[in-house]
């Protein structure tokens, strides 16, 4: 936010009640992205904050092809329909469809980032001598390396058998959901383990494991929670909403 030049921003429109895409431009009139400062988490990323203060919005910069949060129609596979209406919200086009996109993007990337551990404390554990040998020849920590490994291929395996479903259009939302719920927790605990591994090196910066750790605590809260997509499966499993108890 703090350097992009546009932003994209759902809203209710007041003219159908419906939520839309509006796009906003850099020097807008009560328009402000200030940087977030002093995080613990994704160091490297300026995150920033959209701040909106009476912004008004012209009509031409409204999304034609976009039109609700969880409406179903439109046009097939996110292209627009041929009579210029709007799409599924489901779709690329629609705040959904980028959310979808972007989970499971997200449950490949914390795999990845679990790897780097996995590969850090395996090194470790050869390299380091204790008690007249090698960490790695201690059972409990070849059995943690086992876990990691066994986990990291679960995730990964499961990663490829849900991208070749959206390339055959037959992904449901949930399964998304259910990767990077997956993904980001066991991500997080395997970075867990690996810096519990490198004892007091796994809080130096000479290893990256404790980057990872950080990193994978923001990951795994956004683009939706870890409980959240919780209730996402828990919706889809019987039927019943859990976001807001009683209605």
């Known amino acids: ?26 020097g807008m009139p009560g328009l402000s992205t200030p940087k977030i400062e002093g995080k613990f988490s994704l160091r490297a990323s300026a995150t920033g904050m959209i701040l909106m203060d009476d912004v008004e919005v ?5 999304l034609p092809h976009a039109v609700g949060l969880a409406v179903r129609g439109g046009g097939k596979g996110g292209v627009p ?13 629609g705040p959904f469809g980028c959310l ?9 990337g914390a795999l990845g980032a679990a790897e ?8 470790y554990v050869l390299d380091r001598n204790q008690f007249g040998g090698p960490l790695a020849r201690n059972q409990l920590v070849q059995k943690k390396l086992a876990d990691m490994v066994t ?32 993904s980001c927790g066991k991500a997080l605990a395997i970075a867990r383990e690996a810096r519990d591994m490198l004892g007091g090196n796994g ?12 990193n994978l605590e923001a990951v795994n809260t956004y683009e939706g ?14 039927g019943i909403q859990a976001f807001t108890p009683g209605k």
């Not at 936010?1 to 850099?26: I, K």
Request: net charge neutral; hydrophobic share 40%.
């Open 1 to 26: 936010a703090p350097a992009a030049d546009l932003c994209l921003v759902w809203a209710v429109c007041q003219e159908d009640g419906r939520v839309r895409g509006f796009l906003l431009e850099r």
């Open 225 to 238: 929670t870890h409980d959240i997509h919780a209730l996402i499966l828990g919706r889809a499993i019987t």
């Open 81 to 93: 329909p041929r009579d210029g209406g709007p799409t599924d919200a489901r779709s690329p086009q």
């Open 58 to 62: 012209p009509e031409e910069n409204l």
């Open 203 to 214: 809080v130096c910066d000479e290893y990256h494991v404790i980057r990872h750790l950080m």
């Open 116 to 123: 780097a551990c996995l590969e850090t404390a395996r090194q």
């Open 151 to 182: 986990e990291i291929a679960l995730g990964l395996q499961a990663c490829l058998r849900l991208g070749r479903l959206k390339d055959e259009g037959r992904a449901a939302p949930e399964m998304v959901s259910m990767l990077k719920r997956n």
């Open 100 to 108: 979808t996109h972007a989970r499971y993007g997200i449950a490949w």
